[in-house]
C-alpha cells in the first residue's frame, strides 16, 4: 500500500518562501513526482516535475522560482518555493508515478500567500 503525506503548507508573505515535502511510505522503484496546485473553482494545474533522472520541468508560472527535488534514501519529494507571489496561493498536491504508470496522490496542503 503506497501513501503520500504531505507537509511544509502553511502562509507566508509576498516574496517569502516555503518548502513542501511528500513522503512516500511503501517500496517503489523508479517513480516520477509531480506537484500540482488547486485554487477552488479553477483546475487543478502541473506546477513541477520531478523523474527518475532528477530531469525537472516547470510550468511557465513559476520558473525561476520553485524547484523539485527528491531524496531516494529517504523516499520524499520536495519542491521549494522562492520569491512567492499572491497568485500561488492554492492547496498543493504530490502526486506520484510509478515507472508501470500507476499514481498516487496526497491529501493536499494549502498554502496561502498574503501581500
Known amino acids: 500500500q503506497v501513501q503520500l503525506v504531505e507537509s511544509g503548507g502553511g502562509s507566508v508573505q509576498v516574496g517569502g518562501s516555503l518548502r513542501l515535502s511528500c513522503q512516500v511510505s511503501?517500496?517503489?522503484?523508479?517513480?516520477?513526482m509531480n506537484w500540482y496546485r488547486q485554487v477552488s473553482g479553477k483546475e487543478r494545474e502541473l506546477v513541477a516535475s520531478?523523474?527518475?533522472?532528477?530531469?525537472?520541468n516547470y510550468a511557465d508560472a513559476v520558473k525561476g522560482r520553485f524547484t523539485a527535488a527528491r531524496d531516494n534514501v529517504k523516499g520524499t519529494g520536495y519542491l521549494q518555493m522562492n520569491n512567492m507571489k499572491a497568485e500561488d496561493t492554492a492547496t498543493y498536491y504530490c502526486?506520484?508515478?510509478?515507472?508501470?504508470?500507476?499514481?498516487?496522490w496526497g491529501p493536499g496542503t494549502l498554502v496561502t500567500v498574503a501581500s
Open positions: 511503501g517500496t517503489i522503484f523508479g517513480w516520477t
Open positions: 520531478i523523474n527518475t533522472n532528477d530531469l525537472t
Open positions: 502526486n506520484l508515478v510509478t515507472s508501470g504508470g500507476r499514481g498516487y
